[in-house]
């Protein structure tokens, strides 16, 4: 882990730390859990200094997914668990993070559609992508790509 922070903060100098560059973090299928969930996103975002309006669109989809999750994976009381994991990728030029939304639940093919939550996450990412077996569902997810992060960055030798 330590050699791929070292290789982003050389290609992107904003200040990717081992902490930074990955987040994860699993919670009960609650709908209260979602509101702790999308505080450590965001907080996430924030030290990536990811550009306000493509944070709040990936906060969105996120927030979607992960609610769509919460809200029909476990029926009939069965307790479950949302997993959500994101990673930094860095390109020459651009970057931009890969996140996964995943339960262990059953998928509900509901009115034929994707419905109203599945539309906003395809307006708010670059490529929604939704996979679902005996498994669970997982819903993988690419921001649009955001600049590089050059100059003046706290910690940042030689920007």
């Known amino acids: 882990m330590a050699e791929f922070a070292r290789q982003v903060r050389d290609r992107h100098c904003g200040g990717v730390s081992e902490r930074s560059g990955f987040f994860s973090i699993r919670f009960s299928a609650d709908p209260v859990q979602l509101v702790f969930f999308r505080a450590g996103l965001d907080r996430w975002l924030r030290e990536l200094e ?6 709040v ?11 769509n999750a919460v809200d029909h994976a476990y029926l009939g009381g069965d307790a479950g668990e949302v997993e959500v994991t994101g990673r ?3 390109g020459a030029t651009e970057r931009r993070i890969v996140v996964v ?5 059953r998928w509900r093919a509901d009115h034929g559609g994707d419905g109203f939550g599945f539309t906003t996450v395809r307006a708010c990412t670059a490529r929604l ?19 590089l992060v050059t100059g003046g960055v706290s910690g940042c030798a030689g920007c």
């Open 101 to 105: 939304v995943r339960d262990h639940g």
């Open 57 to 67: 669109d990936m906060l969105l989809a996120v927030s979607e997914a992960s609610g």
């Open 50 to 55: 990811w550009p306000e309006a493509e944070r």
């Open 88 to 90: 930094l990728v860095v």
């Open 129 to 147: 992508r939704i996979r679902h077996d005996d498994d669970g569902t997982v819903v993988t997810m690419n921001s649009r790509p955001v600049p």
